[in-house]
Nanobody, 121 residues
């Protein structure tokens, strides 16, 4: 079973930066899409950014020009660099990854535990 572990959340002032990381653990698997979602209090979860194994990237309009998603396939790690943070970016950020688990011989769709990002004014 592929598990995702996130790190890098915290408290930052508006205009500041944070970098989130998401590491995938498992015995034998391939990663296709890695994505970051967020859910603010009282709101629905939304896609922030995604990146495929081929490098195709997609961003939510609200973060374009401020956030950058990347991945290091050798390290099985995805990153979300968040710059010019705004109070409205405050949310729990969760990593999601889809791919194929060779040990279980089936596709997987895994989520991390989530990390809190709080932006103060």
């Amino acid at each position: 079973q592929v598990q995702l572990v996130e790190s890098g959340g915290g408290l930052v002032q508006a205009g500041g930066s944070l970098r989130l990381s998401c590491v995938a653990f498992g015995s034998s698997f391939s990663l296709n899409t890695m994505a970051w979602y967020r859910q603010a209090a009282g709101k629905e979860r939304e896609l922030v950014a995604s990146i495929t194994s081929g490098g195709r990237i997609n961003y939510a309009d609200s973060v374009k020009g401020r956030f950058a998603i990347s991945r290091d396939s050798a390290k099985r790690t995805g990153y979300l660099q968040m710059n010019s943070l705004e109070v409205e970016d405050t949310a729990v950020y969760s990593c999601n990854s889809k791919g194929y688990d060779y040990s279980l011989r089936r596709p997987f769709d895994s989520w991390g535990q989530g990390t809190q990002v709080t932006v103060s004014s």
